[in-house]
């Protein structure tokens, strides 16, 4: 069964307006890393998340991961255009040494 | 070199040809992955390779055949597919299987169509 779970399945915003994707296991988790897949591209590394309420940013973007580590986020501020793409979060179980990838969030970005 | 080379882009084939998926890596990676993605849906582990040896394999039909010749090189053969084998196939690497905290560095992919 599905060991990640994401939400939004797709979200449809303005420019300039913001956006969160969240990311739910029902297992507590090792890390967990975002990535973003361009439309008809691969998916890009963007960050890691390691310790139990750890938050992280990159310009616009702000990475969580739960005090439980069991959840994570991703937020976008004033979104562009170049935003677009489906965001995937990837999970690692602790004594597993492979992630288990969410089943994305697809972003549109309305200029 | 920061990147993960997969040949070819495209490929077609008929359900009785045998065709090979090539990746390479010069990063250095020692962990080299081979993921399966289908249209909207996100990747799916298929086999993971630690120091050239097998480590994982995700219970993948032995139609698909991982090889990896040395460190920077990754192979999957491929051999009597079915149709709902089409799909995104991407190869990945990590320093180790074990996360160090960089991510994966995904291929380009190869976009399967079997028919």
């Known amino acids: 069964g599905q060991q990640v779970m994401q939400i939004p399945q797709y979200q449809h915003v303005q420019e300039g307006e913001d956006f969160t994707t969240y990311c739910n296991s029902s297992?507590?988790?090792?890390?967990i890393q975002w990535y973003k897949q361009r439309p008809g591209g691969h998916p890009v590394f963007l960050i890691q998340?390691?310790?139990?309420?750890e938050v992280k940013k990159q310009k616009r973007l702000t990475f969580q991961f739960g005090e439980a580590k069991k959840n994570s986020s991703l937020h976008i501020t004033a979104t562009q255009t170049t935003d677009v793409g489906t965001y995937f979060c990837?999970?690692?179980?602790?004594?597993?040494?492979?992630?288990?990838f969410g089943s994305g969030t697809k972003l549109n970005v309305k200029p | 070199d920061t990147e993960v080379t997969q040949t070819p882009k495209h490929l077609v084939m008929g359900m009785t040809n045998k065709k090979s998926l090539k990746c390479e890596q010069h990063?250095?990676?020692?962990?080299m992955y081979w993921y399966k993605q289908k249209a909207k849906k996100p990747p799916e582990l298929m086999f993971v390779?630690?120091?050239?040896?097998?480590?994982i394999n995700e219970s993948v039909p032995s139609r698909f055949s991982p090889e990896c010749p040395n460190s920077s090189l990754l192979n999957l053969h491929l051999h009597a597919l079915q149709p709902e084998d089409s799909a995104l196939y991407l190869c990945?690497?990590?320093?180790?299987?074990?996360?160090?905290?960089?991510?994966?560095?995904f291929g380009s992919g190869t976009r399967l169509t079997v028919v």
């Open positions: 990945a690497s990590s320093q180790e299987e074990r996360t160090t905290g960089i991510g994966y560095t």
């Open positions: 297992t507590t988790l090792s890390n």
């Open positions: 998340l390691v310790k139990s309420g």
């Open positions: 990837a999970g690692k179980k602790y004594n597993f040494n492979k992630f288990y």
């Open positions: 990063m250095g990676h020692r962990a």
């Open positions: 390779y630690s120091y050239e040896k097998l480590s």
